[in-house]
């Protein structure tokens, strides 16, 4: 065999011997796979032209592809999935451009605006979020960064819902100061969210009022202020695979703890409405590479999952171990229960983090009906 890589791709060359059947094809496929999942254990990165080779995968090398993805997974993550919710705790008008969101005042904001949820509102939030053992519950709120005066909730819920819960708490609040990072941390905020959402080089494609080094330097200071980064991207921005590959190293050269891999959504009134969403095996295949060069970090399936993963869904616990549930910050998503089934069918254990789940609670609180994790 000989593997050559091109600015087209990268390319096996068969010899041309007898035995060359599709099966062999997958078994030589299979061992090339192996041997990345073995380098990514052993903490090296893949190259540009082997990245090219995980994004170009035939449909044939599909599952052994995502069988290597999991080797990696399961050394770190076992067969656990850890499911997180999001609150939108203020919705809309959003002074950036970001061409993919649909609350950008530039846009027109078309998911609507609401102001800033009270204390007592995203306790109960928080609440819910216990109720189905999510392990994290994450307020957002859409601004380029946060007032003193949205800091002043975050952290005054933040510190109510830490004396009355066990769950991490996770932020994403926009463009930090050293300062508001180091409020936040004291506050009891376990993990900050800012991701980069695409590469350097096509981020001015998609967002011109803040630039790629703001986020990254918001990413760093959260990191100094000692609370875990989450940090991740959009797949089917627009963005060339070469593009897709810049992203993925960049986040792995930030060492973020946790990779939210968001497929675009299109959605209607903003820049990107008209885009296509992507390919279900590709959105696979990219997950498959966040795993291969982030392989301690939670990577999590995250926002256009349902749409553009659609029936191929529980692939992605393989390369993935974590998943948000009860839809997104601006559209819906599948419910819990629906997600802890999938879980349970393929075979994968809900998070909780040594914590017995009530379940009976649960059901009571949420008011669905709420299946066994363990559950064949
Ligand atoms: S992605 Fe964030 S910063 Fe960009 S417009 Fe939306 S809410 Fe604002």
New binding site residues.
Partial sequence: MLITGSSTGFHIHLAPVACASVPAMTALAANTWDAFAARSLAGEALTRSECLEVLHASEDELLPLLQAAFRVRREYFGRKVHIQVLENAKVGA?P???GF?S??APQGSPAGKEPMQSVESLVESASKAAAIQAKRFCMVT???GPSERDLDVICEAAKQIKEKYQIELCASL?LLTEAKAKRLAEAGIDRFNHNLETSENYYDKVVTTHSWADRVNTVKLAKASGMETCCGGIVGLGESEEDLIDLVFALRELEVDSVPVNFLDPRPGTALAAHQRINPRYALRALCLFRFLCPKADVRIAGGREVNLRSLQPLALYPANSMFTSGYLTTGGNAPTDDMQMIADAGFELEFDGIEPDLSAAARRVSLPVVSPSAN
Avoid: H, I
Wanted: aromatic share 0%; charged share 25%; net charge negative.
């Fill in positions: 959003c950036e451009d970001c969101c609350q950008s859409a601004t380029r926009g």
